[in-house]
C-alpha cells in the first residue's frame, strides 16, 4: 500500500498570505490527524478529522482551519500567516483513529513564512 | 491530563552497546503508547506500541520496548545499537476524551540518539 502522502513538500509565503496543504490518507484509512513540528514546542496536535467531522481540535487560533473529503482527503489551511507559523506540518492516518490504532506518518510539508 | 515525559534530551552509545530512551506516562485509564522516529527532514515512522498483555513489546529494526504499570515507563530499547539508528525519537500517549474516541497523540519533547561507530 502506499503510505501517507503530503503536497508540498516545501513552500515559502511572506506574512500575511494564506496557505493550503493536502494530504492523501493511506487507502482505507478514515482517520485524518494533523500536528505542527517545530524546535521549541515540539509536536502540537492540530486536529483530527473522521469520516469528514472535526472530530477533536488542538490549541491553534481560528486561523488554523481543516476539512476532509468524502474520499478522506485532508487539507489544511493557515491564513493570515504569522512568522510564528513556520514548522514542519505532518499529517498522520490511521483506521479509525481510537486506542491502539496506529497512525501513519506522512513526510510532511516545511513551510516558511517570511 | 494525559502526558508524556521523555527525560532524556540526547542520548549517547557506542555502536554494538545496548541502549535504551527512557519515556514516562500520566494517564486516566488505559495506556495506549507507541513510540516513533524521525531522521533528518523525514516525518514520523511508527515502531513499536503497547497493547494490553505482555509487557515487553516487540517492534521495527530490532527495537522494543518495556512497559511498566508501576513506574508508569514505557522505555524504549535495542541489544546492540548501530550508527544508523542515531535519530530523534518520540514517545506517545493515545489521549482520551470524555465525550469519546479520539485520533489525538500526545507526543513527548523527543530523544535524540547519537550512536559512535
Known amino acids: 500500500k502506499a503510505g501517507v502522502t503530503q503536497t508540498p513538500r516545501y513552500l515559502i509565503k511572506t506574512r500575511g498570505q494564506q496557505v493550503t496543504l493536502s494530504c492523501s490518507p493511506i487507502s482505507g484509512h478514515r482517520s485524518v490527524s494533523w500536528y505542527q513540528q517545530t524546535p521549541g514546542q515540539g509536536l502540537q496536535f492540530l486536529f483530527e478529522y473522521f469520516s469528514e467531522t472535526q472530530r477533536n481540535k488542538g490549541n491553534f487560533p481560528g486561523r488554523f482551519s481543516g476539512r476532509q473529503f468524502s474520499n478522506s482527503r485532508s487539507e489544511m489551511n493557515v491564513s493570515t500567516l504569522e512568522l510564528g507559523d513556520s514548522a514542519l506540518y505532518l499529517c498522520?492516518?490511521?483506521?479509525?483513529?481510537?486506542?491502539?490504532?496506529?497512525?501513519?506518518f506522512g513526510p510532511g510539508t516545511r513551510l516558511t513564512v517570511l | 491530563a494525559q502526558s508524556v515525559a521523555q527525560p532524556e534530551d540526547q542520548v549517547n552509545v557506542a555502536e554494538g552497546n545496548p541502549l535504551t530512551v527512557k519515556c514516562t506516562y500520566s494517564?486516566?485509564?488505559?495506556?495506549?503508547l507507541f513510540w516513533y522516529v524521525q531522521y533528518p527532514n523525514r516525518g514520523l515512522q511508527f515502531l513499536l506500541k503497547y497493547i494490553t498483555g505482555d509487557n515487553l513489546v516487540k517492534g521495527s529494526y530490532g527495537f522494543e520496548a518495556e512497559f511498566n504499570k508501576s513506574q508508569t515507563s514505557f522505555h524504549l530499547k535495542k541489544p546492540s545499537a548501530l550508527v544508523s539508528d542515531s535519530a530523534l525519537y518520540f514517545c506517545?500517549?493515545?489521549?482520551?476524551?470524555?465525550?469519546?474516541?479520539?485520533?489525538?497523540?500526545?507526543f513527548g519533547q523527543g530523544t535524540t540518539l547519537q550512536v559512535k561507530p
Open positions: 494517564v486516566s485509564g488505559n495506556p495506549y
Open positions: 498522520a492516518s490511521s483506521l479509525v483513529g481510537e486506542g491502539t490504532d496506529t497512525q501513519y
Open positions: 506517545a500517549v493515545r489521549d482520551t476524551l470524555v465525550s469519546g474516541n479520539t485520533g489525538k497523540l500526545i
